[in-house]
């Protein structure tokens, strides 16, 4: 980590001499109160919610894109003055999103329902693009994403007087890359990476930090993802998953590095005890096993094929060759490397990851040194960097205005990340002196906004 944190001094050195004048006047950001629009919600019970939108609102003052720099904000009838805000992003596979209006199926409506305000951004994402002297130009690689999302929070804050809700008690709400957002704001609050980016941007000159963070199925830590993945899932390799030669060496090197890895994370369990690469794989196990009960508990029959070993009423024990069979069956897993994958192996595509941290010509690169040791490249300190930023585990590694509370979920069932993902990212959460609710959702696959009442639940008890 020492190296990324020295080429990051520099490229900040690099990024404050190279910033450019901007535009410090920032009126044009002022929140125009009257200007709303009437509508409704119906709600899945029938009930309808009145709410005052406020629609395709630029939160920088130097908009690149505006197909996605904007946010819409919902203010309900019944709204709770100086309570929190709910801002909730729907990017997805790293993608670009545009401001959707709230939804009946999600922590949106919800959350309307209650009183809250609602802030929906738009951001740039991997596939986002303009066309400038008939050449394309791809503005939403990283960190481009998590650019927009904090100008949207700086737009909150920066209008706090002006919009109902109380901007000291943000609450980011995502699932996958969305989770992952949401995982970046509540990380990296006025993290000094970002600042000259969003001077540039033109994003209003105020605190970017937010409360709370909901991540579902956050998926984060992109560079040790493709060892994480592996690790797990390489006993399925002969069985389910059915590798080729090239794919099944991969698997083996990736998974031969993951105790370094998590030994270097130096994690401490909620019962104090150190966790290494000896201990770890127990504690993985703990998570399915409580997740496991408290499904059972709940009155759910568990399937008696998928590897849990029941004694007395209850979830003792769990065999990971067969509980990761079953999972790997429930949705095909990803080949190695699931994460940075192109040039690997032959045939693998771009993924969203390389897409991702590849530059505004629509380039897709690789951004592990693993993948760039096999196709015999460097991987470039900038690269490097763009990848740091957009981990939340690097920016717990630092002083940040953190969120106090995090509510973390990923379901029992869900593959698009190994379990360590969440786990990990839940464990230092902690460990840094958040107070995170974590679980592995039972039954679930890669989704989110689920169990609301237990969510909203969650927010009413927030201190
Ligand atoms: C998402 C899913 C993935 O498997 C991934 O690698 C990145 C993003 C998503 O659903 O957002």
Known sequence: MNKIVLFLVVLLCTMEIACTAVNENYDSLKF?????????????NSDTIIYKAYKNIYYVTNVEDSNYQYLNIYVPENV??????????????????????PSPNDATGRALKEGFVVCIPGSRGWNSVIESDGKKIYTGRAPAGILDLKAAVRYLRFNDMLIPGNSERIITDGTSAGGAMSSLLGSSGNSP???????????????????????YCPIVDLEHSDISYEWLYSVTNKTVRGLNKDQLKVSNELAAMFGD??????????????????????YLKGYIIESANRAMRQGVELPADIGLLVG???????????????VAKSRPLKTPPAFDAIGVVDGNRPTPENLLFGDASGSFVNFTEYASMKRGNDLSSDIQAKVAMMNPMFHLLFPADRASHWYIRHGSRDRDTGFSVPINLATKLSNVGCSVNFSLAWNRGHEGDYDLDDLFAWIANLP
């Open 32 to 44: 125009d109160s009257e200007d709303y629009s009437i509508d409704t919600l119906i709600m899945n």
């Open 80 to 101: 709770k003055l100086r309570e929190s805000i709910l801002l909730r992003t729907y990017v997805g596979g790293y993608m670009a999103t545009k401001a959707y209006d």
């Open 261 to 282: 890895y998590l030994n270097s994370l130096n994690l401490v369990a909620p019962w104090g005890e150190k966790l290494n690469s000896r201990n770890y794989y127990e």
């Open 312 to 326: 007395n009423g209850k979830v003792l024990d769990v065999d990971m060759g067969k509980y990761l069979s079953y």
């Open 193 to 215: 990476i970002f600042k000259s980016f969003l001077k540039e941007m033109g994003a209003a000159d105020v605190s970017d930090g937010v409360f709370a963070s909901i991540c």
